[in-house]
């Protein structure tokens, strides 16, 4: 994590029309209350977009140019992310889509954190692209959903790093009296672990492409190879 720049945060929520109720709005104003407490401040810009449709999501990372990525909302396994269409009901994004998504923007985003029911299986996929990304492994309260993000975001605040401010917001979840600090799993990009990152929590099985890798012939040896092959 970069402590020495600003680091800009992508708050998306959507709770699309005939979907649960959440208090997405509650959770976001902790997310914002706890950073401006926090005596980094002036490190973080914070970039709020609600009632988030599919086509917004793009808009948004591109707009705010965000190194954190943080999504409220309904999660449906492997069925995908629920966004809202133009009408504002359900729209639903699959992983595969999702994960291609953020490979665009890998270069820039380093966390994402989707605080959605069953939402695990698509950080395991955007996790191939991304270092950090939380996920929910099955279906979890508003109130459990709240108390992670401000443990999250106030390890930030306070300069630590993503893995102490995942293990921070289950820590919360567990003070407040809540039986679901075992459902927020934090996947870490296996390309990441091998840089840096010895002895983490969750190992992505899918690491990055290195599309940086330039093929080298070695005649005479490969037009061998080509001849005995055909």
């Known amino acids: 994590m ?17 979907s649960q109720y959440l208090r997405l709005g509650e959770e976001m104003r902790e997310i ?16 709020t977009a609600q009632a988030v449709r599919y086509r917004d999501i793009h808009r948004a990372i591109l707009e705010h140019e965000p190194q954190i990525i943080h999504f409220s909302g309904h999660g449906a396994g492997e069925e995908g992310l629920v966004f809202e269409d133009e009408t504002g009901a359900a729209k639903l994004v699959n992983a ?3 994960a291609g998504l953020f490979q665009l923007f890998s270069g820039q985003v380093e966390c994402v954190v989707l605080n959605a029911c069953y939402s695990q299986y698509q950080a395991e996929e ?3 692209h991304i270092n950090y990304v939380v996920g929910m492994s099955q279906a979890i309260g508003d ?5 992670f993000a401000v443990g999250f975001y106030d390890a930030l605040g306070a300069s630590k ?15 407040a009296g809540i039986a679901e600090n ?24 899918a690491p990055k492409l290195d599309t940086n890798t330039i093929y080298i012939e070695r005649p005479p040896i ?3 190879c080509y001849k005995a092959i055909v």
């Open 96 to 98: 595969e889509a999702m």
């Open 126 to 128: 955007i996790a191939r």
């Open 222 to 224: 490969e037009e061998k």
């Open 2 to 18: 970069n402590t020495d720049s600003i680091q800009k945060i992508l708050l998306l929520a959507a709770n699309p029309i005939g």
């Open 182 to 205: 075992l459902t927020p799993q934090l996947v870490i990009s296996k390309n990441r672990k091998l840089l840096n990152e010895p002895n983490k929590i969750f190992e992505s099985t």
């Open 143 to 147: 109130k459990a959903a709240i108390e």
């Open 161 to 175: 790093g993503y893995e102490f401010a995942y293990k921070l917001g289950c820590n919360l979840i567990r003070v």
């Open 32 to 47: 914002q209350e706890g950073l401006k407490r926090s005596r980094n401040r002036e490190r973080y810009s914070i970039a």
